[in-house]
């Protein structure tokens, strides 16, 4: 859902602690890159397919945990 941006990285705290703590798989779907940093591993889907990340947005998301 669209939360304000404390009661997302509250939510998304909660999920990555569940992940960490029951080893559950967690997907997330989003269009923010701050988000997208936090993932371990980074999908890019367009017009429904599977692709390779564009190299515009590899800078950005460096530094990805």
Do not use: K
Request: aromatic share 4%; hydrophobic share 40%; no cysteine.
């Amino acid at each position: 859902g669209n939360l304000d941006s404390r009661n997302g990285q509250d939510v998304l705290d909660l999920f990555y602690q569940l992940h960490a703590q029951r080893q559950m798989t967690l997907v997330v779907i989003t269009h923010s890159i701050e988000v997208a940093r936090r993932a371990q591993r980074v999908v890019w889907i367009r017009d429904g397919r599977l692709g390779e990340l564009p190299s515009e947005l590899r800078p950005e998301l460096e530094g990805m945990s």
